[in-house]
Antibody, heavy 117, light 110 residues
């Protein structure tokens, strides 16, 4: 059974940084592209970033480009999202997703990031 | 990367059919057959329901179907059931390895 568990969310001040983790089980992480998708309170979903299975190529939404960095450690079955220069607009639940059939074939339960002073 | 357009809400009675539209442009929905639909119950993670416009993942009821015409994709749910009440989100590949979502549609089963 595919399982994805996010962690690392919390309250951070504007301009601060946070690193999210997503631990995968039930499948071989290196075989699949992975994504981060976020959802601001009461809003729709927003694709944030994606990374290929080997980790050699990454992609970002314009809204986070230059501030966020996606990475993975396949030996630890873990996906990461390093978030810098955070602003109020980054407040959201962040989901990691496995992209086997399509973007978001499987999702974690999400971790809440709140940017506030 | 402009968001796709979905109606804010739709409703239907048990047993009826409803359709949710998802309008993009000729740079996303109209250009690629890579439209996905997700179901999201309150406080839960999204769940993939339809991918590549018309395909259903294993375990998804055939009451759910997808289609596309021009720049607009659609999700049809037939034989509405109470458990179908949820938010539904569409998403399309937008080129250059980026993806764009719609704003989401709240389905109410009357």
């Amino acid at each position: 059974e595919v399982q994805l568990v996010e962690s690392g969310g919390g309250l951070v001040q504007p301009g601060g940084s946070l690193r999210l983790s997503c631990t995968a089980s039930g499948f071989t992480l290196s075989n699949y592209a992975m994504s981060w998708v976020r959802q601001a309170p009461g809003k729709g979903l927003e694709w944030v970033s994606a990374i290929v299975g080997s980790g050699t190529t990454t992609y970002y939404a314009d809204s986070v480009k230059g501030r966020f960095t996606i990475s993975r450690d396949n030996s630890k079955n873990t996906l990461y999202l390093q978030m810098n220069s955070l602003g109020a607009e980054d407040t959201a639940v962040y989901y990691c997703a496995q992209d086997s059939m399509a973007l978001g074939s499987y999702w974690g339960q999400g971790t809440l990031v709140t940017v506030s002073s | 990367q402009s968001a796709l357009t979905q109606p804010a809400s739709v409703s239907g009675s048990p047993g009826q059919s409803i359709t949710i539209s998802c309008t993009g442009t000729n740079s996303d929905v109209g250009k690629y057959n890579l439209v996905t639909w997700y179901q999201q119950h309150p406080g839960k993670a999204p769940k993939l329901m339809i991918y590549e416009v018309t395909k259903r993942p294993s375990g998804i009821s055939n009451r759910f179907s997808g289609s596309k015409s021009g720049d607009t994709a659609s999700l049809t749910i037939s034989g509405l059931q109470a458990e179908d009440e949820a938010h539904y989100h569409c998403c399309s590949y937008a080129g250059r390895s980026t993806w764009v979502f719609g704003g989401g549609t709240k389905l109410t089963v009357l």
